[in-house]
């Protein structure tokens, strides 16, 4: 943590980068690390290479976020948040790496040590958490700008306070970011109470696709680029779809079917699918995903595969026998 201290104020220029695709902690860590260091009169950049969700758009200075970083020789110092690796922030990873200091700030147990400076929490409940630990460390005064950013950041990835990572500290520090000015109310208003009409057809559409096994105990869910350009949504609008399969009653594993934009190959029948597998922590997924290449952790696990649905769901649904 000093060292890092030591090289913020050292810097000049600093490019502030999380992972594509990007949640409430990467945009929140982000924001309310950047913001600080404006007020130690350092040039901040925003950068995340995807659009940004709809629901975050009411966070003070979002609209900062480029998607393009600009000049990569201007930057004296990179930091990198809430990315287990490097190229969780996208095509620009070999071209950050590139900047004289690269400073990680991450939760991930996962999380590849890159950089020059890391600081790693991963009892952390989001990164969020470990940015306030360190704006408090350089004594500046939290304003509301970072108090939302912060507040949004532990408020997503504890999942509303409801996650196993709810911690005592992620409480205090929510309490703090209230007293400075961040609204509870207000941002569960944006969070969860406004869905754009786009979202709701893709829902009816993908609800649809929803299959059991004969047990009941596995949950497949289907997302196709046909339905995503039929419902005018945007890959930013796909967080935490999976949930849904996973919150039916017996289900112990649930499988996103995710087809790949230029997923198909020509001349083959099959696509490309990413497949995102939960459980409800009683199923290993990540032994699921390694059978096919993937990894991940005990409840949330991946992996790539080129096939055809109707193959993919047989194979999906013969590892399923035996869940109950
Ligand atoms: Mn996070």
Not at 94 to 103: D, F, G, H, M, N
Not at 135 to 146: C, D, F, L, Y
């Amino acid at each position: 943590m000093e060292q890092i201290l030591d090289q913020l104020i050292k810097s000049k220029q600093v490019l502030l980068v999380s992972h594509i695709n990007p949640d409430g902690d990467a945009i929140g860590a982000m924001l309310g690390l950047g913001l600080a260091l404006e007020t130690m009169k350092k040039k901040v950049q925003f950068f995340n290479q995807s659009p940004l969700p709809a629901v975050y758009q009411f966070l003070p200075s979002i609209h900062r976020i480029k998607r393009d970083p600009g000049d990569i020789k201007t930057y004296d110092t990179a930091i990198v948040l809430d990315c287990s690796d490097l190229q969780r922030i996208g095509d620009f990873s070999e071209a950050v790496s590139k900047i004289p200091s690269v400073i990680n700030i991450d939760h991930h147990v996962t999380n590849t040590r890159f950089g020059n400076y890391q600081l790693i929490d991963a009892k952390a409940s989001a990164t969020a958490e470990i940015v306030y630990k360190l704006i408090s460390k350089m004594e500046i005064q939290i304003t509301m700008a970072m108090a939302y950013s912060i507040y949004t950041g532990i408020m997503a990835d504890t999942g509303s306070f409801r996650f196993s990572n709810t911690t005592p500290e992620a409480f205090r520090i929510s309490h703090e970011m209230v007293l400075a000015g961040a609204d509870p109310h207000t941002v569960a208003h944006h969070v969860y109470e406004t869905i754009s009409l786009n979202r709701i057809k893709l829902l009816t559409m993908l609800f649809d696709t929803i299959e059991l096994s004969e047990d009941g105990a596995f949950s497949i869910m289907t997302l196709t680029q046909n339905m995503l350009s039929a419902s005018g949504t945007e890959i930013a609008d796909l967080n935490g779809l999976i949930n849904y399969a996973k919150r039916i009653e017996n289900v112990k594993v649930a499988a996103l079917l995710y087809e790949r934009r230029n997923g198909k190959k020509p001349g083959h029948t099959g696509s490309h699918y990413h497949v995102s597998l939960r459980s409800d922590g009683s199923v290993n997924v990540s032994n699921i995903a390694a059978s096919f290449g993937g990894g991940g952790h005990i409840s949330a696990a991946g992996f790539e595969v080129y096939a055809t649905l109707p193959e993919l769901k047989k194979r999906l649904f013969s590892l399923s026998i035996g869940l109950r």
